[in-house]
Every structure is written in structure tokens, then in C-alpha cells.
């Protein structure tokens, strides 16, 4: 999740940022339009007027995630009373497989055990390398590790923060055979081309899908594209359970060696011509059933996802609508036959050259005007210690030199809050408060 704050390092020096900082100014002199419109008032902080004024607690109730309320404890208190708890887990996969029409899903105690059962279920040899982004959660890469696989770590396309296919078609081995899209911040990847390119490779199409409950792209489900997939329910995610996760498949033989590897009793379960039937009673050593508890608030959550989603994309649409007439903001990019979500935050591209002043005087000003920006670096996995040291992997993964994509994304974003609720009015004071701060660009360049 994004933090607030503005102390993360940027590779621009404040030197070099001036110099191309004022040739901007130069040319946007002419810019007008919304910039005009911002106010001449001192800035916030410079001693003038706050632009944000509605209530603390107004916002707070805007932003408060998770949304649980009385069908949630309703849920619980029945579940306690009726006692049946490990029926709450069909139930919940049932529901989530008719919302998504995955034909096979399975519940996990969270994300990273269903990460990490998708890897098992492979069954790739030793030495099988798996592309992944850099810009991700742990558990995308890391997880791998535990049956000989080794990531290959694909850049992320600037635009979108989203797998970069072109990247991955340089970085193509003879050893590889999978790769694994994020849907960054619940923005779907171009699973179109993706797909294209690993069919024509003969590579295996998995996803994460842990921002992205609800996205779907040519009106399928993320999730569904690749042959397995993942979500999670962590708390801060868009269908929260406080933990949980959940395996998505394509086929028969991959959801079933997939539960058996945490789920003992699954085995039993399936027809006696299955290869893990045998296992009953033992399945692979590991066990991610997910809690019931958690089942029993997912079902509730699922209930109200749609409205959740659709209500803070309509908020974010109105206020980008309006930050993206200012000279250097821009939203990630979204196709038409792609339905986002937003998972973390209202995430926008700030280009420093175009707006003409770097993100650190931004976030300070616009934090000074009552509005809560922030910025979040996503830390790049193959910069982690775990990736350099030989003894954990079959073969020491390749770290690159540069990810370009990652870099640019990380030092040239903002995130804003999502407002899960009626947010016009502070939607209004945020756009004037970014105005005010456009239109004092030139001050804000020398700070
Ligand atoms: C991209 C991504 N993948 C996987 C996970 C793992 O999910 P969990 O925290 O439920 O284990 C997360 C969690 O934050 C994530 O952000």
C-alpha cells in the first residue's frame, strides 16, 4: 500500500531537475487552460488558506478499507452459532467461481500459498525459469524457488506499471517456460499479446491477480486468462477477508495437483484415475486451507464488490478527469476492451519535465493543502537479497543491469486515496488544490 510521506530517494538530483525544470516552464508558458484557472492564493505552504476543508472524519469514512460493517459480523456470529465452519470454503469457492467462470478454483489460507501450490502444480523440471515482473510482491518470484524454478525478471512497461512484453521478448532463454503478468494496482496486462507471443513460444500463461478482483479484459475475468492464476484477500486488497487467497484453473490436472499440494484431504475427493489420488490423507506436506472465518467475510465481501469497484473508479474518473488537463499528469493507460479496477490507490504518471517541477516539492504542497498524496515505490524484487545468492536456486538468477519501466514508474508516480462513497465535494477541493499548486509552478521549481 502506498505511504504517506515523501522521503523516498529520487534518482534526479534537485541540480539536474532545475535546469530541465525551467526549460519546461519555458515552454508550457503558454499552457493556460486549467492552469489559468488555479488559484493565485498562497500556497499552503507558504502560510495561505488550506484548499482541503471537509472534515477529517468526512474523509476518514471515504477512505476506510476494509468496508465491514453488519453483514460481515452477521456472517460470523452465524457461522459460530451454526458450527459449521468448513462449509463455509465450498460455498465461498462456488460463489467466486460462478462471479469469475473459472471452471476450477480452490480457497487458500492467502496469496503466497496459492502462489506457491500453482508452482508445485507445474511439475517443471529443476532448472525451468519463470519470467516475472520486478515490480511485484515477493511471493510472485520467490515462491518458485521451492521447486527448482528461477525467475527471469521482466521489466514494466511506464505506462501501464504493467508486464513489459517487448522486455520479455528480449530476455526469452532457451530454459524458459512460463511467465507470470501481474495486473498492477488492478490495471489488467495486455493478456492479448501476451497470450499471442507465449503460444507462438510454447510458453505456460499463469497470472497474479492479487490487485485485481473484478478486472476483466474482452469481458473475461482476470484470472481466467492464464492457464492457473492467483488472488488474494489480504486485508488492503479490493475483496479483503483480512487473509485468504484463492487458485484459479483452466484445467482438471492443474486444480488437482494444485489443492493436493496443501489440502490433505482433498486427494479423497477426486475420481480414483487422478494422478494425486493416491496421496489421500497426506497431499504433499503443506497445509492452506483457508480460514473459514475469512471465507465467511469473503462471501459477504463479493456481495458488495461490484458496487465498490464501480463506485470508486466513477470518483476516480471525475477527479482525473480534471488533474489530467494539468501539464505533466497523466493516468496509466487503459484500453477500452479493458475493465480496471483500483487496487491501493488512484495511481498518476507525473512527469516532472512536463509539469516543470520535481515530486517532491509536489507531494509537500499538495500535502499542505489538506490533500493526502503520496508516493510508493514498489521494491524491486531483483534488487532483494535472496535473488544474488546462489545456494537457494538451481542456477543463480540473471539480476539486470537496468529496468528502465520500473525506475521511470517508481520515480514518476503519485497515488491519491480512493474515495469508496459520495466524493464530489472533496473530489472539488482536491482538483482546486492541484490547480493552486500548478499555479505555482515556477515558485515550487525553486523550492
Ligand atoms: C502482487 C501480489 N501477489 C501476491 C500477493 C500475496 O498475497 P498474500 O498477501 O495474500 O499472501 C500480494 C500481496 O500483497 C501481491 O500484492
Redesign the pocket.
Known amino acids: 500500500m502506498p505511504n504517506t510521506g515523501a522521503s523516498n530517494s529520487s534518482e534526479m538530483t534537485r541540480r539536474s531537475f532545475v535546469q530541465t525544470g525551467s526549460v519546461a516552464l519555458a515552454g508550457l508558458a503558454a499552457a493556460g487552460g486549467a492552469l489559468a484557472q488555479g488559484s493565485k492564493e498562497a500556497l499552503a505552504l507558504s502560510g495561505g488558506p488550506k484548499t482541503v476543508t471537509v472534515p477529517a472524519a468526512q474523509e476518514a469514512a471515504l477512505t476506510r478499507w476494509p468496508r465491514y460493517g453488519d453483514a460481515e459480523k452477521k456472517a460470523l456470529h452465524d457461522l459460530i452459532d451454526n458450527n459449521q465452519f468448513y462449509a463455509e470454503l465450498p460455498l465461498f469457492e462456488n460463489e467466486w467461481k460462478q462471479y469469475t467462470k473459472a471452471p476450477f478454483v480452490k480457497a487458500h489460507m ?4 496459492a ?1 506457491t501450490s500453482m508452482y508445485f502444480a507445474l511439475d517443471l523440471p529443476p532448472g525451468s525459469e519463470i519470467m516475472v515482473p520486478s515490480y ?2 515477493f ?2 518470484c520467490l515462491s518458485m524457488r521451492f521447486f527448482g524454478c528461477v525467475p527471469i525478471f521482466i521489466d514494466v512497461d511506464p505506462q501501464t506499471s504493467c508486464f513489459d512484453l517487448e522486455d520479455a521478448k528480449r530476455k526469452l532463454t532457451p530454459n524458459t517456460r512460463a511467465l507470470v503478468p ?1 495486473h498492477s494496482w488492478g490495471l489488467p496486462c495486455e493478456m492479448d499479446h501476451i497470450s499471442d507471443w507465449a503460444q507462438e513460444k510454447g510458453l505456460i500463461v499463469l497470472e ?1 491477480a ?2 485485481a478482483h473484478g478486472a476483466s479484459m474482452q469481458g473475461k475475468m482476470m484470472g481466467t486468462w492464464g492457464v492457473m492464476g ?1 488472488y ?3 486485508a ?2 479490493p475483496m479483503p477477508s483480512v ?3 484463492m487458485g484459479m484453473y483452466q484445467t482438471r490436472e492443474y486444480f488437482e495437483r494444485a489443492a493436493a499440494f496443501g489440502h490433505y484431504e482433498d486427494p479423497e475427493k477426486f475420481s480414483a484415475d487422478s494422478p494425486v489420488h493416491r496421496y489421500v490423507g497426506t497431499g504433499f506436506g503443506q497445509k492452506y486451507r483457508m480460514h473459514p472465518f475469512a471465507a465467511a467475510v469473503a462471501r459477504q465481501q463479493l456481495r458488495v464488490l461490484d458496487q465498490h469497484n464501480q463506485l470508486i473508479a466513477a470518483n476516480n474518473r471525475q477527479l482525473n478527469q480534471r488533474l489530467c488537463q494539468l501539464p505533466g499528469l497523466s493516468e496509466p493507460r487503459c484500453r477500452a476492451d479493458q475493465k480496471r479496477v483500483y487496487y491501493g490507490g488512484n495511481m498518476l504518471m507525473f512527469d516532472e519535465s512536463k509539469a516543470g517541477f520535481a515530486r517532491e516539492p509536489l507531494i509537500k504542497a499538495l500535502q499542505a493543502e489538506g490533500v493526502h498524496a503520496s508516493y510508493w515505490d514498489y521494491p524491486e524484487q531483483h534488487k532483494r537479497t535472496i535473488y544474488s545468492e546462489a545456494k537457494w536456486w538451481h542456477h543463480p538468477p540473471a539480476i539486470p543491469a537496468t529496468m528502465p519501466g520500473t525506475d521511470q514508474v517508481n520515480r514518476g508516480h503519485i497515488f491519491l486515496p480512493l474515495f469508496c462513497g459520495e466524493a464530489a465535494e472533496i473530489n472539488e477541493q482536491y482538483a482546486k488544490a492541484f490547480e493552486k499548486v500548478w499555479a505555482h509552478r515556477q515558485e515550487l521549481a525553486k523550492s
Open positions: 492467502n496469496g503466497t500459498s502462489l511485484t510482491f511471493s510472485t501481474m497474479d492479487a490487485h492467483i488474494s484477500f489480504q488492503s486488497k487473509e485468504g487467497g
